[in-house]
Structures are given as C-alpha cells and as structure tokens.
C-alpha cells in the first residue's frame, strides 16, 4: 500500500491531493470549449477538498479540485459563468441526465443485444 502524496493537504484524519495548475488549466480549457456552463462550488469534506463542479447546457460536467472557495466563485465571475454553492442548491437534473444517457450509449456499445427500457 502506498502512502498519501507528497502534494496532499491534511484534512482531518485523512490526506488528500491538494488543487495544481493541471487542474486549473483543465478548468480553464473546459469552459472556453463548451456553452452554457453553470459551476457549483462544493465544500470541503474529510475526503476531499474543494471542488469546482462545471456543467454544460447538455449536462456534460467536470469536476477539479481548487484552492478555495472564493477562488471557484472568483474563477467563475472571471470567465461569466454563474456559480452557486452546491450544498444549499444541489446540482442540476440534466447532469444526472447527461450521466444516464452515457451509461446507456455505453452499454449498448458493449452488448449489441442491449435495449434499454422505454420510461
């Protein structure tokens, strides 16, 4: 078993790997390529640190870690994407909307037989 990173930050009992420039970069790329982008900033936990959640107008997401709170709120003022606070708002039904359709193109690529059930 390996031990925590050497770049982890210390939450609680628990090390985590703390935000880098590779995840503000992606972060950065993501927004510019794609339209309609909302960011829900999700608190600190004893597993993770902060996070930026981004999501496109299809539901199409991503997820990095950031250095802090006000810094997702600021990079989101920077880049006109609005941003709420994940844990008072939740996280949009089209995301779950984009997760299900992929599940679901992803399996009928992987078995050929497969069809999914009409709603």
Not at 16 to 30: F, G, M, P, S, Y
Not at 90 to 119: C, F
């Amino acid at each position: 078993m390996s031990g925590p990173a050497r770049d982890a930050a210390r939450t609680g009992s628990t090390r985590v790997r703390a935000a880098d420039k590779v995840d503000e970069t992606h972060l950065h790329e993501w927004v510019a390529a794609r339209r309609g982008v909302e960011g829900f900033v999700e608190p600190r936990t004893a597993v993770s640190e902060v996070t930026l959640l981004l999501v496109a107008h299809d539901g199409e997401w991503t997820r990095r870690r950031v250095p802090a709170v006000k810094w997702a709120h600021d990079f989101c003022n920077k880049h006109q994407v609005p941003s709420y606070d994940a844990a008072v708002v939740g996280i949009p039904q089209r995301m779950r909307d984009y997760n299900s359709r992929v599940r679901k193109e992803q399996k009928a690529a992987d078995y050929p037989q497969y069809k999914p059930r009409e709603p």
